[in-house]
């Protein structure tokens, strides 16, 4: 194995054989079954003293986790469908930090296309135009945002909803450098039918929307979004959209019933199911959500948050350290293609990405052993 695969230097062989011989016994016991491709897991807003996930109501040991260096401060415009409920129309609920509270978040209402058949969707635009509150793209995820969905605890036949799956208000992501001209996150949504009107969906069917991460009391999680996703974008291209200086993001409702589509085949994405020819899906797909929801209907915005730069792959889980918790991680989907069981791209470490997780992605795992963040070195308690 070691002619293959030398050893990193500054580890030694001893150490990276105990290494090999602990990943070669632990990855039979890893893993927990997921229903779909799209895996990632979401940004944790509040972390404890271990830097373990926490409670923000946990005023004992809870703060705000340091991977952010910012967050939303300006709210550009808002124009909501109609509808929403007054409480919910207070912009200044979608600044700052998240809370985990359900009630603190701005809705942008859910269009009922029999009442409102020409309404567009809901939107709201967040600013990021003072000098050191610009978004870039830096390696890793750029920013998150924070909806405020929750994983159903039980099963209703007659709502459509399923335990363990997520009640998710789902919206398009766009980013801007001037606020005329937004470039949309490519996205996939692979729920093939309507849910119910307060219905539940599996996330790991749906990628590069807002919403599909759980935010409430412990589960406070925010979907991150990477800006070199959109390099290929015609508008930054052309110069239009400057990755390197995001001053907007858009967010726009999609009302859940199956007329607004994805961009799976259009932007180009893999289509697990065509393994081991990758081919891309076949056509866009309909967007299906709980709909339609009322008072607080349609995307509930809670946060937006700016992230530090991430510099090591291996770092799977985002506390700052590559470490046995990510080992975890990496174990539960090693040899593991895209579109498997356990599954988790996260840990697809080596470029280019295969979509397969093995030896290539464990040398760079042990290059990058108990390597730290940046942001977590310079952080005090």
């Known amino acids: 194995m070691s002619a293959l695969m030398p050893?990193?230097?500054?580890?030694?062989?001893?150490?990276?054989?105990?290494?090999?011989?602990?990943?070669?016994?632990?990855?039979?016991?890893?893993?927990?079954?997921?229903?779909?491709?799209?895996?990632?897991?979401?940004?944790?807003?509040?972390?404890?003293?271990?830097?373990?996930?926490?409670?923000?109501?946990?005023?004992?040991?809870?703060?705000?986790?340091?991977?952010?260096?910012?967050?939303?401060?300006?709210?550009?415009?808002?124009?909501?469908?109609?509808?929403?409920?007054?409480?919910?129309?207070?912009?200044?609920?979608?600044?700052?930090?998240?809370?985990?509270?359900?009630?603190?978040?701005?809705?942008?209402?859910?269009?009922?296309?029999d009442i409102y058949p020409d309404t567009p969707p809901g939107e709201i635009i967040i600013a990021f135009n003072e000098p050191n509150n610009v978004i870039q793209n830096t390696e890793g995820y750029d920013f998150a945002i924070f909806e405020n969905g929750f994983v159903a605890d039980d099963t209703d036949s007659e709502t459509g909803i399923v335990a363990g799956e997520m009640f998710a208000e789902l919206a398009f992501v766009e980013v801007s450098t001037d606020c005329n001209d937004f470039a949309r996150f490519p996205s996939v949504s692979l729920t093939s039918g309507r849910t119910g009107d307060y219905g539940t969906i599996e996330?790991?069917?749906?990628?590069?929307?807002a919403g599909k991460h759980p935010n409430g009391a412990y589960d406070c999680t925010g979907t991150p979004f990477d800006l070199s996703e959109l390099a290929n974008d015609p508008l930054v291209l052309s110069g239009s959209v400057n990755l390197n200086n995001i001053k907007y993001i858009r967010i726009v409702?999609?009302?859940?019933?199956?007329?607004?589509?994805?961009?799976?085949?259009?932007?180009?994405?893999?289509?697990?199911?065509?393994?081991?020819?990758?081919?891309?899906?076949?056509?866009?797909?309909?967007?299906?959500?709980?709909?339609?929801?009322?008072?607080?209907?349609?995307?509930?915005?809670?946060?937006?948050?700016?992230?530090?730069?991430?510099?090591?792959?291996?770092?799977?889980?985002?506390?700052?350290?590559?470490?046995?918790?990510?080992?975890?991680?990496f174990a539960s989907a090693w040899q593991k293609n895209f579109g498997d069981i356990n599954w988790i791209g996260r840990c697809n470490l080596a470029e280019p990405r295969d979509k397969v997780i093995d030896f290539l992605d464990l040398i760079v795992f042990v290059e990058q052993w108990l390597s730290v963040e940046k942001w977590r070195s310079s952080y005090v308690w």
């Open 7 to 113: 050893a990193p230097k500054f580890f030694g062989f001893d150490m990276y054989k105990k290494i090999i011989i602990f990943f070669l016994i632990t990855f039979f016991f890893m893993g927990s079954a997921y229903a779909g491709p799209y895996t990632e897991a979401g940004v944790n807003g509040y972390i404890d003293d271990d830097w373990r996930p926490a409670d923000p109501n946990d005023d004992g040991s809870s703060r705000v986790n340091p991977i952010f260096r910012d967050w939303a401060k300006k709210i550009y415009k808002y124009e909501p469908s109609p509808g929403v409920a007054f409480p919910f129309r207070d912009t200044s609920l979608a600044l700052g930090p998240p809370t985990g509270d359900k009630l603190d978040a701005v809705s942008l209402g859910d269009v009922n296309t």
């Open 253 to 329: 409702d999609i009302p859940g019933g199956g007329w607004y589509f994805d961009q799976a085949n259009s932007a180009g994405y893999i289509d697990p199911n065509t393994y081991p020819e990758y081919n891309i899906y076949g056509n866009d797909h309909p967007i299906y959500d709980a709909w339609v929801t009322v008072g607080s209907g349609g995307f509930d915005l809670e946060a937006v948050g700016v992230l530090n730069e991430q510099e090591f792959e291996a770092d799977i889980n985002l506390d700052g350290l590559v470490d046995m918790h990510d080992f975890y991680i």
């Open 203 to 209: 996330i790991s069917n749906v990628y590069n929307l």
